[in-house]
């Protein structure tokens, strides 16, 4: 799949206000995707990546940018995948922020202004497409054709969306029914993050369960 179909997708679902909307565009999306690329879209539409750090700043990325952009969208999604993975697996020391910029600077000359402009977003973490957790849940059921509390269950006890909806996209139920807990991996509530209000909370979630506390309420 071409990168740029991930990049039109998360514009389209940024400037649609409904949740029903944003489901289905990220749907039609996931039902497209090949199964080797579907762990790549999800997190990617997620506004993250799979490596666990790239280790490249702000100015790296800039400069990246400023080397000119391609006129038709060639890159594929698994050619970004690739490359993310090689400049993750650079070696610290010396020569090695030389060697990630000579990878990115490949990568983004292949690359069209927006798809320059998505992947910048994506690797500083200011990818805001409105599609959070909750919505990429549901879309990867519809997609599915599955029930959506199935997907949700998963997910809680895997600790990993992509590899949840890879599952869930290939057709595989038996794998998606037999995530379960693992000792030393922690299950999808013990990851929650915080919100400045409940408001808030339940416009990202779209559903919510309530727990009090002592010392507040947890969502």
Do not use: C, W
């Amino acid at each position: 799949m071409k990168l740029a179909e991930i990049v039109e997708t998360s514009g389209r679902v940024a400037e649609v206000s409904g949740r029903l909307k944003k489901i289905s565009l990220l749907a039609s999306l996931l039902a497209r995707v090949p199964p080797n690329e579907i762990e790549i879209a999800v997190a990617f539409l997620s506004g993250s990546y799979r490596q666990q750090k790239l280790n490249l700043g702000y100015a790296a990325l800039q400069a990246a940018s400023e080397g000119g952009s391609a006129h038709e969208p060639t890159v594929e999604l698994a050619d970004v995948d690739a490359v993310f993975e090689q400049i993750a697996r650079v070696p610290q020391g010396k020569g090695s922020s030389a060697e990630r910029q000579r990878l990115l600077r490949g990568l983004f000359g292949r690359a069209t202004a927006d798809e320059q402009h998505f992947l910048f977003r994506l690797v500083i973490g200011e990818l805001r497409q409105g599609a959070v957790e909750g919505l990429m849940l549901e879309a990867v059921a519809q997609a599915a054709k599955v029930p959506a509390e199935q997907v949700r269950r998963a997910r809680m006890m895997a600790g990993d969306l992509p590899s949840v909806a890879r599952a869930a996209l290939t057709g595989d139920t038996a794998e998606l029914a037999a995530f379960a807990t693992q000792l030393f991996r922690p299950v999808h509530p013990m990851l929650a993050g915080s919100a400045d209000a409940a408001e808030l909370a339940i416009e990202e979630l779209g559903e919510a369960a309530l727990e009090y506390k002592l010392d507040g309420a947890r969502i």
